[in-house]
């Protein structure tokens, strides 16, 4: 979702994730994404999978990430959406997503994604696609340690305002925890680099519905 993370891309790196919802094997999710360098800036590729035996929904996206003067990274991503049902039929539909860095200060860094902002819409009944605007201003006062604070809005639901930690005691381990206004969610992930495979594991436990869980393999190739 943000592609302005390209514009210092310096390396291939592709990622494996797959996630469960609210522990429901029918809420599996599974996505690739690969990303480089082109002449000093970044580009990616990513597919997303998500469905059961009654519902298919795909996603392809492909992003390319700026830099400007090394204060500030911007990138656009074009987002390809699939969407079939037994018995009803497919459609199509594309979708384009807008993203910003700008380093503030040597200790803040503020980011915003504006997902879907062409208002995409799918299907005979022209439903639309979930638009968000999220902000996030991250403030690192030692480089071990990072405090997140971001607003997201969707055109469907109130807004949410998250809050988050992050730390990295030593070079293989990264820990992070959080908490969404929202829902009450408390959130927390624990990364761990094995050679030059970083293993990354996330948990959001809603109060009502239940925990989700992420795995993600992420590998970098050459000099990071």
Request: avoid cysteine.
């Amino acid at each position: 979702m943000d592609p302005a993370s390209l514009s210092n891309q310096n390396n291939l790196q592709v990622s494996i994730l797959s996630g469960q919802k609210f522990n429901l094997r029918q809420l599996t999710h599974h996505s690739a994404a690969a990303a480089f360098p082109v002449k000093g800036h970044g580009m990616s590729v990513g597919l997303q999978s998500f469905g059961t035996k009654q519902y298919r929904e795909s996603v392809f996206s492909f992003g390319y990430g700026y830099n400007i003067k090394d204060r500030m990274g911007v990138g656009i991503a074009a987002n390809y959406y699939a969407l079939s049902i037994p018995g009803y039929g497919a459609d199509q539909s594309f979708g384009t997503t807008l993203s910003w860095h700008i380093q503030v200060t040597n200790q803040i860094k503020w980011g915003t994604i504006l997902h879907n902002f062409n208002k995409p819409t799918i299907g005979q009944s022209q439903n639309a696609l979930p638009q968000l605007i999220v902000s996030t201003i991250i403030f690192q006062p030692i480089r071990p340690v990072a405090i997140l604070l971001e607003w997201e809005q969707d055109t469907e639901f109130s807004k949410q305002v998250k809050a988050g930690f992050s730390v990295q005691p030593i070079s293989w381990l990264h820990i992070q925890t959080g908490y969404i206004s929202g829902t009450g969610q408390i959130t927390g992930a624990v990364g761990l680099r094995l050679y030059s495979i970083n293993i990354n594991y996330a948990l959001a436990n809603h109060p009502e519905l239940g925990p989700s869980h992420w795995m993600e393999f992420h590998l970098p190739f050459g000099r990071q």
